[in-house]
């Protein structure tokens, strides 16, 4: 479902690297949200938002922050990145209220080095 | 709080096996409960909501709030339901169990 995409699709950073993953969509959706999947953990939620000026830190915030830049985008960064967060990272939306869908993105492979 | 919790981490049966996983939740509220499915290589993608009882690919789940459970079963395994399978909960935001590895072997 190309309606939500992620770049980059895989990166490999260093320890104390800064680095941003960035999430688009065009489903017009007002939420969206981070994961993190981890084998054994499975989707743990980083940040979501409900609209532009609406940011909420989810199960798993430290070390992360967030920016929704417009309705359609929304931005993860690792201010200093560390090797525990190497993960496979997840974009999602969903239209509003709890019984809708949410839709994914493709992931994002990340590895701290 | 809500927690949802899925016992098995891995899963194998046979070709045309029933198969069920198990998924057991906690939340002080009504549950919304979903499936989502990851196959290999691709996203996650719903596969089927409680409130809609409807059958997905043959699979059904069951509401039983006296056990606080969402199996999910479906009678007759095939090869192509080998996948990751998460179970989640929904009220603010949607909580995901740590998923069940489905292998079906031929």
């Known amino acids: 479902d190309a309606d939500v995409t992620q770049t980059p699709r895989n990166r490999i950073t260093k320890t104390g690297k800064r680095i941003m993953l960035e999430c688009s969509q065009t489903k017009g959706h007002d939420r969206m949200y981070w994961y993190r999947q981890d084998p054994g953990l499975g989707l743990r939620l980083i940040y979501y938002s409900f609209d532009v000026k609406d940011i909420n830190k989810g199960e798993i915030s430290d070390g992360y922050s967030v920016s929704r830049q417009a309705q359609a985008k929304f931005s993860l960064s690792l201010e200093s990145a560390i090797p525990n967060q190497t993960a496979l990272y997840f974009c999602?939306?969903?239209?509003?209220?709890?019984?809708?869908?949410?839709?994914f993105g493709p992931g994002t492979r990340l590895t701290v080095t | 709080a809500q927690r949802v919790t899925q016992p098995e981490k891995l899963l194998s049966v046979f070709k045309g096996a029933p198969v069920e996983l198990k998924c057991n939740y906690s939340?002080?509220?009504?549950?919304?409960l979903f499936w989502y499915v990851q196959y290999s290589r691709q996203r996650l993608q719903l596969l089927l909501r409680?409130?809609s009882r409807e059958s997905i690919k043959g699979f059904t789940a069951d509401l039983n709030k006296g056990e606080t459970s969402f199996h999910l079963k479906k009678p007759f395994a095939q090869e192509e339901d080998s996948a990751m399978y998460y179970c989640a909960l929904t009220a603010r935001q949607l909580t995901f169990g740590s998923g069940t590895q489905l292998t079906v072997l031929p």
């Open positions: 409680h409130i």
């Open positions: 999602a939306t969903r239209a509003g209220g709890p019984l809708y869908e949410q839709y």
């Open positions: 939340y002080s509220g009504s549950p919304e």
